[in-house]
């Protein structure tokens, strides 16, 4: 169905061997995961500090473009630990479950955006 | 001095008239202050829908890509609000204050790091 | 009309004092145009070896996207030197001719595509 | 040995079975290949006309800068046609030949630069 990742469409254990417990069996590995959601907190606490200092009348423009280009940075950082793991996790192992061009399909699709 | 910005080393009003409050007076243009944290606390709240999802085992990696870019997006798009606010209030004003050089080197070190 | 550019549309001689020679009165300065010209000249050589390297069948995936990437570098930096010269030549001075909207529109424009 | 890639290092033979001819045995997909060719043999020509353009004195900085982002854009193109047929031949195959961590840190790599 449109829409489905190749997560969805394909019913097979995680290339981890960790039992995945819903119909999504690609899981990101554990410390991908964790290492990012950490990332993603910390941008998040930034972002709130700009989003605050733009209360102040007196703020200025440029210091506030550097401060998002800050964040966007971390987000990258963040994007590129998943990106990682997907690659080793999904990406490096698809010939073995004969899905190679559905997975690299879908990666492409994501990399039109950035 | 090093690392301050053209706001604190030129000591003039505001090209908008306003009166501003303390020693910073090239002030961001009121609307493009608020435009600008209204977007931020968008992509903040967006944000931590992401983290809050990494905190599910069968999150997939490709998808948090997905959402990751739909933020940076957003971010571009405050980071646009307040460069557009920068330009017509800041720079193409700069010729009547006689400090061109510095407020377009400024504005390049930001864009270096686009 | 759409599709011209603020140059066309104004017509007033150049911020450098320069005779501009049609009816393009907003000239790039001197300057930049020359050192553009010089970093395009090398990006073109670059992109021809790139080419000519894409002739051999064992030649290798990652060596082409990083060559590729050193010339959008090099793209970047031409650009930079372009941009530099639009601010302080035009955009800086734009309250002096009444034109900051305009200019700042289209050069918002060009950002979009970054 | 630093410098080297993943194609000199390992000494296969391509993930299509076409011989290659020499020490690289990651041999580019051909049609990847000659599709990149002649993507770049274009952006060349235009990055060409662009520079030709820079010999006028009237030509406008916002003009060559949209040119610019175009022959960019066509930079991308190319390289994500190698992207794609890296991801599907070399990529994807990794674990059947067990060099997934040194072709996903290479890829990285490359990545980090865009």
Do not use: W
Not at 3 to 16: F, H, I, K
């Amino acid at each position: 169905m449109a829409g489905e990742t190749t997560a969805e469409l394909l019913d097979m254990t995680s290339p981890q061997g960790e039992s995945c417990h819903t119909g999504h069996h690609l899981c990101m590995p554990e410390d991908s995961r964790k290492r990012a959601a950490r990332r993603l907190a910390i941008a998040r606490g930034h972002l709130e500090s700009i989003r605050r200092s733009l209360e102040d009348p007196d703020v200025y423009c440029v210091d506030v473009l550097r401060q998002i280009k800050a964040v966007q940075g971390a987000l990258d950082g963040a994007a590129n630990v998943i990106l990682r793991g997907h690659l080793e996790s999904h990406v490096a192992t698809a010939a073995t479950r004969g899905d190679e061009k559905e997975i690299v399909d879908e990666l492409m699709e994501v990399f039109k955006y950035i």
